[in-house]
């Protein structure tokens, strides 16, 4: 059985966590130096999705220091995935949910509950494990 994948807070997410704006969350991740770095980047063609820890986030709106930041990780998203492939991103996401091979995710980007809407995840994918999928893929469609 697969890991289950590493769960971080979107943005939004953390609006909802700290009860402010988007203006204001902005403002401070701007101005603040207190104000928790991103842990991952869900790298996808256009833009790069990111995602913080729950707890640095909880513990940034009781007054605490977060600690000494590392550099975010980096994962792939589903269009860098379907253009390393040559195919669409909706076909990826078919292969997800059909083909055994394809690699679990190694982080999920959770958003705010919204009602009457499905809570939005946005997943990444670690590099080595999308590269070795491509590679078994070609390899296959070439004999």
Do not use: C
Not at 22 to 42: G, I, K, M, S, Y
Not at 78 to 104: C, K, M, N, W
Not at 113 to 126: A, F, L, T, Y
């Amino acid at each position: 059985m697969a890991e289950a994948a590493e769960r971080y807070a979107t943005i939004g997410k953390v609006e909802e966590l700290l009860r402010l704006s988007d203006t204001r969350v902005a403002q401070l991740r701007n101005r603040d130096p207190r104000f928790p770095p991103h842990a991952v980047e869900v790298l996808e063609q256009r833009l790069v999705r990111r995602g913080w820890h729950e707890e640095a986030i909880t513990a940034y709106r009781r007054g605490k220091d977060h600690e000494s930041p590392e550099p975010p990780q980096q994962y792939l998203g589903y269009s860098l995935i379907a253009e390393r492939l040559g195919v669409t991103h909706v076909r990826i996401r078919q292969l997800e949910e059909s083909d055994p091979q394809f690699p679990a995710a190694a982080v999920e980007l959770v958003g705010p509950r919204r009602p009457r809407r499905h809570q939005i995840v946005h997943k990444g994918w670690r590099p080595e494990d999308v590269d070795a999928y491509v590679a078994a893929r070609k390899a296959t469609s070439a004999r």
